[in-house]
């Protein structure tokens, strides 16, 4: 009866050891860093690293672009109320008699006068402000 107890306990130990090994092996496959979870987790880690250099270089080009759409839109405010002013003192202005067609100024004398009506509403605008 020895005996036999002898060989149940002898070949549950190499089961057991059997049973070991295989779970070691599987374990070693599992942690590998080429194919395993390891692995796995390697290539995930360097992907992050990588979405966090392009995360903040984005967060800084949006800052860039935020900046100078702030100072665009402030010019069109300063533009818009320019124009404002303009159209305001240009319905301040008396009407006149209907031109009377005669004859053919030259160009030279057309621009210099329009120059010097620009130049006085310009004047006016700038007084206005």
Do not use: N, W
Request: net charge negative; with cysteine.
């Amino acid at each position: 009866m020895e005996l036999i107890a002898d060989i149940l306990m002898i070949s549950g130990t190499l089961a057991v050891a059997l049973y070991c090994m295989v779970l070691a092996r599987r374990l070693s496959r599992f942690t590998d860093l080429e194919k395993g979870v390891g692995g796995a987790i390697a290539v995930l880690s360097a992907q992050v690293d990588d979405m966090t250099k392009t995360l903040t270089k984005a967060q800084k080009t949006a800052a860039g672009s935020a900046g100078r759409l702030g100072s665009l839109t402030e010019r069109a405010e300063d533009v818009s109320r320019r124009m404002e002013l303009l159209i305001a003192s240009m319905h301040d202005l008396p009407e006149g008699p209907a031109p009377v067609e005669t004859s053919r100024q030259p160009e030279a004398e057309e621009q210099s006068e329009q120059e010097t009506f620009f130049l006085s509403q310009r004047g006016r605008v700038e007084a206005a402000e």
